[in-house]
């Protein structure tokens, strides 16, 4: 089956500092890629999204960038805050597919 | 403005009993999912709704079954519960029946089977 990998499972940055959270997909054929972050004890939220159209995407503080030659997916987190602290997750699909999650990398923003 | 509820927020079931989550949203989504979490997997589809009266297996649904008999309810429930099925589920929730764009979860619910 199709799967969605993270290189790390653990994050740690500095407060200040950028993150970079990364992720490998297996399936060629996917079109859409969501990053959601997740707070202990919450349920998964939408951080940003890109299309397999588009390389990069900018959001607050938040761009993903997309490269479909090496199917490799990353977040990066500008000045990174305590509040960013949770685990980050991709997920793919295709059309006419469900999403695919990966296991997830928990990040920690160290004072 | 709730979003997806779920309940209950947390149980502990013995094994054999039967276990019905429920979740309930008021944003008029098409589709709705279920997964659950387990540490080190991620999350898995259990089953999943494109719209109202029609339901679909995901990845992991042998031993879960959901019904879908109007637009904000799609209850899981466990006929038979294992310890295997120990983990926290997700109810989720997306506008379009295409499965596209963003979901939303709910706060989860945490089941321990002993």
């Known amino acids: 089956g199709e799967s969605v990998g993270l290189h790390l499972p653990t994050l740690s940055v500095q407060e200040g500092d950028n993150s970079i959270i990364n992720c490998a997909y297996s399936?060629?054929?996917?079109?859409?890629f969501i990053w959601y972050k997740q707070e202990s004890g919450k349920g998964p939220q939408f951080i940003i999204d890109?299309?397999?159209?588009?390389d990069k995407r900018q959001g607050q503080r938040v761009t993903v960038l997309l490269n479909k030659t090496v199917k490799h997916l990353s977040l990066q987190i500008a000045a990174t805050q305590p509040g960013d602290s949770a685990v980050y997750f991709c997920?793919?699909?295709?059309?006419?597919?469900?999403?695919?999650f990966g296991p997830g990398t928990r990040l920690s923003v160290l004072p | 403005i709730a979003g997806i509820t779920q309940a209950p927020t947390s149980q502990i079931l013995a094994a054999g009993r039967r276990m019905t989550l429920r979740c309930t949203q008021d944003?008029?989504?098409?589709?709705m999912y279920w997964y659950r979490q387990d540490l080190g997997l991620g999350l898995r589809l259990i089953h999943y709704?494109?719209?109202?009266?029609?339901?679909g297996k995901g990845e992991v649904p042998d031993g879960y079954s959901v019904s879908r008999a109007n637009t904000d309810d799609f209850p899981l429930t466990l006929a038979s519960a294992v310890p295997s099925q120990t983990s926290v589920y997700f109810c989720?929730?997306?506008?379009?029946?295409?499965?596209?764009?963003?979901?939303?979860f709910g706060e989860g619910s945490r089941l321990t089977v002993l």
């Open positions: 989720a929730s997306s506008p379009s029946g295409a499965n596209t764009g963003e979901l939303f």
């Open positions: 399936n060629s054929a996917s079109d859409y």
């Open positions: 890109i299309r397999s159209n588009m």
């Open positions: 997920a793919e699909k295709g059309y006419g597919q469900n999403f695919v």
């Open positions: 944003m008029r989504h098409n589709a």
């Open positions: 709704s494109n719209t109202a009266g029609t339901t």
